[in-house]
């Protein structure tokens, strides 16, 4: 299934056009079905304050983020660094309309390069072109760790187009090197859906996880519906389905 399909059709199962659809359902049956639309609204309207509540939305995440540990002093020796790619900065005009890694994949890139320094274990980058653009995420990836964190990368995996892929791409590139123990470099909520996937591919993955959803504090700001909740929500979202669809097909 295509990178455009897969996530077409997510369209329809994440929020915020899931809940859409069940508001304009729960309208269209008001007249015919009162009986039935208004706790449909009503659920509607707790479920999109739920999403764009900091509190809810961060602890949905927290769930993900405790099925993973931050790897400490005395974490296990690996052969092999693999960080993956999350997405592209298109067109960026301060870097002379040339497409580099977006935020999410500069924060693996920084706690990669980290992990490397300590380590001195070489590095495989792995993202391909979802989107068709000319420079894969990896080489992105490749071209801010050797040039601004001054890391070197042994290998490039740049066929992907997404976690699955990666984890099938990356086994066929270290395999040739005889690799198979990897630290495993991305978000927190995000490793417990790709340590599953790239143990399926035949790694043994020590979790290296980073970009922890932490909080200073907690006060009322933290019940008031923001916007940046909802990215939250949706990758709540995301990563259960994810989870859910690959255990489903037994991947």
């Known amino acids: 299934m295509s990178w455009f399909i897969t996530n ?3 369209a329809f199962l994440l929020p915020p056009l899931s809940l859409l659809l069940l508001f304009a359902l729960g309208i269209f049956l008001l007249n015919r079905r009162p009986g039935l639309a208004k706790p449909l609204l009503i659920a509607v309207f707790g479920l999109f304050w739920a999403a764009y509540t900091p509190y809810f939305a961060e602890g949905a995440l927290h769930m993900l ?17 693999v960080i993956l790619g ?15 890694v977006n935020g999410h994949t500069l924060l693996r890139l920084r706690y990669g390069a980290k992990l490397q320094r300590e380590t001195g274990k070489p590095v ?27 890391v070197p ?7 992907s187009a997404n976690t699955l892929e990666s984890a099938r791409y990356s086994f066929h590139a270290l395999q040739k090197d005889g690799i198979r123990k990897i630290y495993l470099v991305t978000h927190a909520w995000h490793m417990p859906r790709a340590a599953d996937i790239f143990r399926r591919a035949g790694f043994e993955v020590i979790e290296a996880p980073t970009a922890y959803t932490t909080r200073y504090h907690i006060d009322l700001l933290a019940f008031l519906p923001r916007a940046e909740s909802m990215r939250d929500s949706k990758i709540f979202m995301h990563e259960v389905i994810g989870l859910l669809w690959y255990r489903l097909r037994n991947l």
């Not at 495989?124 to 001054?150: C, I, W, Y």
């Not at 990368?153 to 066929?159: I, K, M």
């Open 86 to 100: 999350s997405g592209t900065y298109f067109n960026a005009p301060e870097y002379a309309g040339q497409d580099t």
């Open 65 to 81: 983020e405790s099925r993973t540990t931050a790897l400490d002093s005395s974490h296990q020796n690996a052969d092999a660094i």
């Open 8 to 10: 077409f059709i997510a």
């Open 124 to 150: 495989l980058e792995t993202g391909g072109k979802p989107l068709g653009n000319s420079v894969s995420e990896a080489q992105q990836m490749r071209a801010v760790l050797d040039h601004e964190f001054h």
């Open 153 to 159: 990368v042994r290998w490039v995996e740049d066929a």
